[in-house]
């Protein structure tokens, strides 16, 4: 959902649920993004990514809806446990460009 | 295979004074690029070296920061005076090719400006 000011927007989720985590983008040259995981004193870790040509891509556990027309990226997580809990990053990189752009962030609880 | 290594984890300075963060990509990686987390906001980037060279330098809030990598191995990039708005988590990130999925993450070190 919508965050205000230094608030990291937050999904709690029970443990066996499926998540939902949310990414809205600005670049409409932008064909390639990636999701990454955070979790508590690591650095942000690989977990999926897609090319514009495409608009769904699955992989463990996760799969990447991404809808151009929009803007809009999503990371489906299925039956999240609580080893999902971290922050999750979207990224978008464009061209040739080596440097992705990452979103704010999204904070995933998974409740036991 | 080692990952990417970062030092220190942690460090708490005062305004007006000098940090030195370090960076150790994996080995072979030509790619090092240094990022910043700010509490609850992106991950922004600051700077991408090809070697020893900078390649994009267009993060860099100001020239307090100054980034080397001397022989295109390890990477520091010194505060110099910290300001308290330097606060938050400096990450450092390595890859053989392109940015995306190529990269590694280290671990961060969180700096905090007091």
């Known amino acids: 959902g919508e965050s205000v000011g230094l608030h990291l927007p937050t999904l709690s989720v029970q443990e066996g649920d499926n998540s939902i985590i949310n990414c809205a983008y600005s670049?409409?040259?932008?064909?390639?993004f990636i999701w990454y995981k955070q979790e508590s004193g690591k650095g942000p870790q690989f977990i999926i990514d897609i090319r514009s040509n495409m608009d769904k891509r699955q992989g463990q556990r996760v799969t990447v809806l991404l809808n151009k027309t929009v803007k809009h990226l999503s990371l489906q997580i299925a039956a999240t446990q609580p080893g999902d809990s971290a922050v999750y990053f979207c990224a978008e990189k464009s061209g040739g460009s080596y440097i992705p752009t990452f979103g704010r962030g999204t904070s995933l609880i998974v409740h036991p | 295979e080692a990952g990417v290594t970062q030092f220190p984890s942690h460090s708490v300075i005062e305004k007006g004074q000098t940090v030195t963060l370090r960076c150790d990509p994996i080995?072979?990686?030509?790619?090092l690029y240094w990022y910043r987390r700010v509490m609850g906001k992106e991950i922004k980037f600051l700077l991408h070296?090809?070697?020893?060279?900078?390649?994009?330098e267009s993060g860099m809030p100001n020239n307090r920061f100054l980034a080397e990598r001397t022989g295109g191995t390890y990477s520091t990039l010194k505060v110099q005076p910290a300001e308290l708005e330097d606060s938050g988590v400096y990450f450092c990130a390595s890859s053989l090719l392109g940015g995306g999925s190529g990269y590694t993450f280290g671990s961060g070190t969180r700096l905090t400006v007091v």
């Open positions: 670049n409409s040259a932008s064909d390639y």
């Open positions: 070296f090809v070697k020893e060279s900078k390649q994009d």
């Open positions: 080995s072979g990686h030509d790619n």
